[in-house]
């Protein structure tokens, strides 16, 4: 072919540049639909997850499997002492929605990352609080900061996990919380036995700065994130009505809010039970119970399967039906059945709220960040009013009366299920 031929078969220049430039833009402007499973993107966000998981959930609770010991060494009541988690978790429910608002703003990873340096700031405080009244207050801006986690994580996972595969990635986070919990309770106990309590959370803080270096390393760049437009308060409100009007999300809102709430009020106490005689329980083995966290890790992944065959609605309500099944074993006298109870209790727990976070993301197509920061307020809330008033109860009528209550309260979730959920997965509100 000549150069003559050449000049007339070819396109223009001009076209040739307008074409690639259209094609760029294309695919610039291609909708991004998230990691799948098995993708280098995919294993990265749930490794990030998973240490910020690590760090969160470790600092929060790692005080729980302490609280005899604290509570002689104060000179405090049960109830007392239990408010070093629940200032912890009241702080971090009044922190979500804020936590929220600026990651709207500023982006999930980053808004995360801060939140994680804020908080291992604050819980390497904590073990030199020189008064009770301090610690509380350490506490309470220890769980406002790890407000921005929880608060964000299931956002930032539907934000970038393939809707195929959220459900999964979303039980498989929930399971990490576990893990992350229960390394926090393990280390503080046998440390808090060798060197005392305030060198058990310092322990725990110092391996939670560790797991959220991990986090701002693994962590990948955001693709799924829009920054959402200013606006000032009133838009902030506007963001909030949709999740507010909707009947199943108030529902899961009050999964959230009863059957945390009857969760760590069993954690909280059982410890109590079991340092008296006839167990004569150390902090060793009071940390030890929490290794029943690794049902929990099992049923939040298994669930996800389950309701695909059965219905959300139904695995929620069997799971709390394990609960209070649990519950009722918990009162018998030899210890195997205690333990035995305790870890049927932990399972039906973990994949309750393994079904009703992920739940909350799906049902919510607008302000996904205020509804999953209701979820995360609500949880925290029960958290915090539950798990202190029971320490009421406990002191003044003992376990039976408590995992009575405690039942009573799960029932109340199931009614709600039952009256304000769809049997199967919505699509939307």
């Given at each position: 072919?000549?150069n003559?031929?050449?000049a ?13 430039a259209?094609?760029?833009t294309?695919?610039?402007?291609a ?17 990030a ?11 929060l609770?790692s ?8 509570s ?16 912890a978790?009241?702080g971090?429910a ?10 709207d703003r500023?982006g999930?990873v980053r808004?995360m ?7 291992t700031?604050?819980?390497?405080l904590?073990?030199?609080a ?9 506490r309470?801006?220890e769980?406002?900061?790890?407000g921005?986690?929880p ?5 930032y996972?539907?934000?970038e996990?393939?809707?195929?595969h959220?459900?999964?990635a979303?039980?498989?986070?929930v ?6 919990g ?6 503080a ?7 005392g309590w305030?060198m ?7 391996c939670?700065a560790?797991?959220a270096?991990g ?11 829009q ?5 000032g ?8 009505r949709?999740?507010?009007?909707s ?5 899961l809102?009050?999964?959230a809010f ?12 059982l ?12 902090a ?26 059965f ?20 009162m ?16 039906g727990?973990f994949g309750?709220h393994s079904?009703?976070?992920g739940?909350?993301g799906a049902i919510a ?5 205020q ?16 798990g ?7 002191q ?9 209550v405690l039942a009573?309260l ?10 304000l959920?769809?049997p ?6």
């Open positions: 072919m000549t003559a031929d050449h007339r078969t070819a396109p223009p220049a001009g076209t040739r540049t307008e074409t690639a259209q094609a760029g294309a695919a610039q402007q909708p991004w639909t998230g990691h799948v499973h098995g993708s280098a993107g995919y294993g990265r966000v749930l490794a997850l998973a240490c910020s998981g690590v760090a969160t959930f470790a600092q609770y005080v729980q499997g302490l609280l005899p010991l604290m002689s060494e104060l000179g405090v009541s049960a109830a007392q002492a239990s408010l070093s988690i629940s200032a978790t009241m971090l009044f922190a979500v929605l804020p936590w929220s608002f600026v990651a500023f999930r808004t990352g801060l939140a994680l340096v804020l908080a700031a604050f819980g390497l904590v073990p030199a020189p008064t009770f009244g301090m610690l509380l207050a350490l309470a801006l769980g406002a900061a790890l921005g986690v608060a964000l994580a299931i956002a996972l539907t934000e996990i393939s809707t195929r959220a459900a999964a979303a039980g498989a986070y399971a990490g919380t576990t893990l992350g229960l390394f926090g309770r393990l280390l106990g046998p440390v808090a036995d060798l060197a305030r058990g959370t310092l322990a725990v803080s110092a939670a560790v797991a270096v986090f701002l390393l693994l962590a990948p760049a955001p693709r799924g994130f920054p959402a437009a200013g606006g308060f009133g838009a902030m409100l506007a963001r909030l949709p999740p507010l009007r009947r199943p999300l108030l529902a809102y009050a999964q009863l059957l945390m709430g009857v969760f760590v009020s069993v954690y909280n106490y410890g109590f039970r079991l340092e008296a005689p006839p167990y004569l329980f150390p060793t083995a009071v940390a030890l119970l929490f290794l029943a966290y690794l049902a929990g890790t099992v049923s939040s992944r298994a669930v996800a399967g389950l309701a695909a065959r219905g959300r609605r139904s695995v929620l309500l069997a799971s709390t039906a394990a609960m209070v099944a649990g519950l009722a074993v918990t018998a006298a030899p210890l195997p059945l205690i333990l035995a109870g305790l870890v049927l209790f932990t399972a727990f309750a079904i009703a976070s739940w909350t197509t607008t302000g996904r960040a509804a999953s920061s209701l979820y995360n307020l609500s949880y925290y809330a029960g958290s915090s009013v539950v202190w008033s029971a320490g009421l109860v406990f003044q009528f003992g376990w039976a009366a408590l995992a009575g009573l799960a029932a109340l979730a199931a009614a709600a299920a039952v009256v959920l769809p199967g997965r919505p699509a939307g509100r």
